[in-house]
């Protein structure tokens, strides 16, 4: 072999070793974050599960998805796989953020949830819960947090946090609960946000 072919042999086996190298870099970097955020996911939950337990709450579920479609403002969405649900048909205008002192429809709530956005829903809490719960959604003041009335909750629910794909019931609201599911699943910081239009605006 000649000198010539032998160098662009050693080159070419450089170039390999260095794309390797390359390759094994972003995928370790890539990996060290997933298991970063699957860190800071656990941490977050275990951080509220006492309080969790003490606002009588359950687990932060996962429903099956039913879909994302839109639908006329006039038609009844349906195939909800949970109260309330976390996904679905839904209609094309989103719910707006804030405090609503009106129920919403489900088809109108979902779509804030496609957005990235949190809502919260109430039904037979206490005065004196509803008024901490109220003033706390104002001091947040967010773009993607709205807090609605629901009569429609199961008996033993007085508070549903719903984000896409999320949902966690509880008997009593608890400021710490809330905002350790704000941080996991409402955009854009959230550390576990799975709504498809995340970075669309409500």
Known sequence: MSRAASRRRRKKGLRVVAAVGVAVLVVGFFAVRVVQKR????????STTDEARSAGCGGIRTPRSAGRTHIAND???SGYTSNPPTSGSHFTNTAGTGVSAAEVPN???IHNLEHGGVVIHHNRLADDQLAALTEKV????DAKLLLVPNSALPATTNVALTAW?????????????????LRLYMAPDGRDVAAPEKDQPL
């Open 39 to 46: 860190r800071d996911i656990s941490r977050i939950v275990d």
């Open 75 to 77: 038609r009844t969405g």
């Open 107 to 109: 088809e109108r709530l």
């Open 138 to 141: 104002r001091d947040l003041d």
């Open 165 to 181: 794909g999320r949902l966690q019931t509880c008997e009593r609201y608890d400021a710490d609960v809330l905002d350790g599911f």
